[in-house]
């Protein structure tokens, strides 16, 4: 996608798009192009055609569903109109792009300063500082992959930021008072204020919690933040790790029996690597022997590279890794699934690439699968028209991979507004109603 293209919203592309198709060619000022410059619109739209031979001219109508004659005829008036505009001696003025960049980037400075500051005043301890700072470096990073399109930052080892849905699982029954209920989250809700309490009988030492950290990561340092008082405080723990959850097969990855109590600093364990998905966390002894109440559990390590710089269950196909689903689901939730794995459905620009996805679902599941395509339509009835857009945004354009045929249900009354590779079509594109349960492509950015 360009810089260019940014500066547009889906809307702006949808009615400057309606805004072509259906523009009387005595009222030019209905559309409202002087918003954009000439390639702008090319670049968004489906390549408003320079004058070219009238044989030609029907190219760049292919959005609608079923041109009628008349819809062509408006279209050329249209686009017509928009070339006389560009070529008149006056062109409206635009900011130019690269001034729009600087100063979204100059808002972005400001915001993250802003942020930075209070982190640093408002913060309650050194630890808790270090930790939002950390966050606010992995969101930095990603605010720059956005703006510089890289999709290369290089993988780095980091403390990991908790997501209280890593508990899957936990011992005793857990404290709870005024509706707050102090289970395992509340120790990996990334809040120093908030702790976990298991409730159970003296000298159990035997609390844990089994955490799922979504993807195989390689693990090499724990930090625990105790409440810090000399009744609750761990003392003993251990640390488990399996690949695998139904059944779990538990492996030693480190004992330690030295944590300090009486204090609610951030404590480091490290000299050990692992590499696993699943890990089971066990206090073996508090100060006292009560139940621990602890504060935060914390991860140091990145997601395992798996082949050609891809996820652990990543496969590498051209510049992107993609994930073929063991299940079927329909287009939302097959969505969301791609979403919490840090990626999205696959965006399959490139005909080399769409070659060899097909080729890999030929030799695995041989079953229909969704691909992250969708349209956007608007208007109704008869005059229903629509967009197909990309999950990253960008509208399609280019290559197309639809089978002769299809789309087939753009136009009214139609209801085929997700896409999939069709195991009918040999895995050529076919719309289709996104309610359908089907296999899925995941795909994230390389590692
Ligand atoms: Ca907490
Ligand atoms: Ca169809």
């Known amino acids: 996608m360009t810089m260019t293209s940014k500066s547009l919203s889906r809307k702006d ?8 198709t259906t523009l009387s060619p005595e009222t030019p000022e209905n559309g409202d192009y002087t918003a954009l410059n000439k390639d702008e619109i090319q670049d968004e739209l489906y390549e408003i055609p320079e004058p070219m031979p009238t044989d030609d001219r029907t190219e760049g109508a292919d959005l609608l569903a079923d041109p009628s004659e008349d819809d062509l005829e408006k279209y050329e008036g249209a686009s017509q109109e928009v070339i006389a505009m560009y070529e008149s001696p006056q ?26 500051y209070h982190v640093i005043t408002i913060g309650q301890e050194a630890n808790v500082q270090s930790y939002r700072v950390s966050l606010l470096q992995h969101k930095m990073e990603n605010l720059v992959k956005n703006l510089l399109g890289v999709e290369n930052v290089k993988r780095k080892e980091n403390w990991l930021e908790s997501d209280p849905s890593w508990a899957v699982l936990a011992s005793g029954t ?5 509706g707050v ?25 035997d609390w844990y919690i089994i955490l799922d950290l979504k993807s195989i990561h390689d693990i090499s340092k724990i930090a625990l933040t105790n409440f810090g008082d000399t009744v609750h405080d761990v003392t003993d723990f251990t640390l488990q790790a399996s690949l695998t959850s139904s059944p779990y097969e538990w492996r030693d990855v480190v004992a330690v029996s030295d944590v300090q109590a009486g204090t609610n600093r951030s404590q480091v364990f490290g000299e050990f690597t692992v ?20 504060r935060e559990i914390r991860f140091f390590g990145a997601k395992t590279a798996g082949e050609g710089n891809c996820e652990a269950g990543y496969k590498s196909f051209g510049k992107g890794c993609f994930r073929f689903s063991v299940n079927q689901l329909s287009f939302e939730d097959a969505r969301k699934v791609c979403r919490d794995d840090g990626g999205h459905l696959a965006i399959v620009k490139d005909p080399n690439n769409h070659a060899r996805i097909a080729d890999y679902i030929r030799s695995t599941t041989n079953g229909s699968h969704w691909i992250g395509l969708q349209l956007e339509s608007f208007g109704a ?3 229903r028209r ?12 280019g290559w197309k991979g639809w089978h002769e045929g299809e789309p087939s249900s753009i136009a009214e009354g139609g209801s085929e507004d997700c896409v999939e590779m069709a195991d009918f079509h040999d895995y050529e594109w076919n719309d289709k109603p996104c309610s359908y349960a089907l296999y899925y492509i995941c795909q994230t950015d390389n590692i």
């Open 386 to 397: 629509g967009v197909f857009f990309w999950e990253d945004g960008t509208l399609l354009t």
């Open 275 to 294: 590499t696993s998905r699943y890990f089971k966390f066990t206090v073996t002894a508090t100060q006292q022997g009560w139940q621990p109440w602890l």
């Open 381 to 383: 009835g008869a005059d």
């Open 91 to 116: 062109p409206p003025f635009t900011l130019p792009w690269k001034i729009c960049v600087i100063i979204f980037i100059l808002i972005n400075v400001g915001v993250v300063g802003f942020l930075v």
């Open 181 to 205: 209920t102090f289970d395992a989250d509340k120790a990996l809700d990334g809040d120093v204020t908030t702790y976990w309490d298991p409730s159970d009988e003296r000298y159990s030492n």
């Open 13 to 20: 592309i949808m009615d400057e798009y309606y805004n072509l």
């Open 174 to 178: 857990p404290h709870a008072v005024d």
